[in-house]
């Protein structure tokens, strides 16, 4: 009954960021743990782009529809592909760009650019995080809004209901706290100084809101939230 629950609110809640910008936490359970995953939805004269395409209902593809036509489909590392494809169904008119490399992980997707590409019409600035080439994540930043979108470079759960899903963010280093995690500092970080100076980058950006791809968005003083988390990684 809980979990069904758990489903239904998950499927009907789109977060209104600020204007043209939405969050739209989905279920993913990882090791039977319940992490969730979050698209987030950007429009502009361009159409509806899709950053991070989750497990989207047909409830949740109308929605999304709702606002305006989907134009584009974002990947944004190599790890956030699972449900690419089904979005690629949902939207078949969509460009769709893929993190550098995920093309060769996943040869099914070959023939779709690889990031970055211009993005100025959906009010987007990208950086490429260097140091972790089994990620190679693209950082986001929303300038009307001033909301830096983020996927595995950073997990948010203030707390979690669920015992075994509380255990696997403890010895995560992710429980009680927005930042890095002990995986990505300890296996996915290969070059430090590369990450480093590609992080100082992404902190120059006026930063206000956060949303990552796992957890809870941060709205407001989200520069100072990033400084923290990333001052010692």
Known sequence: MHNNLVKIFYHI????????????????????????????????????????PGPLTDANVREILDLGPVTLLIAPNKMHHLYLKEAITHFPE????LAPGLAEKRPDLAGHEALPQPLDSWG???????????????AFFHTPS???????????????SHLPTRLFLFLNGALGRFGPTRMLKRVFLKERE???????????????????????????????????AFSAV
């Open 94 to 97: 969509a460009r769709v760009l």
């Open 194 to 228: 590369l990450f480093q100076t590609d992080m100082d980058d992404v902190l120059r950006w006026p930063i206000r809101n956060v949303v990552v791809g796992h957890g809870q968005e941060i709205l407001g003083d989200g520069l100072e939230k990033m400084r923290e």
């Open 13 to 52: 809640l789109m977060i209104d960021l600020a204007e043209d910008i939405w969050s739209l936490p989905l279920p993913f359970t990882l090791l039977g743990c319940n992490i969730g995953t979050t698209t987030t939805i950007v429009r502009s004269p361009a159409g509806v782009a899709l950053i991070s």
């Open 124 to 138: 987007l600035e990208q950086k490429l995080i260097r140091g972790l080439p089994d990620l190679n994540e693209t």
């Open 146 to 160: 001033g909301t830096l979108l983020l996927t595995d470079l950073a997990f948010h759960f203030p707390e979690h």
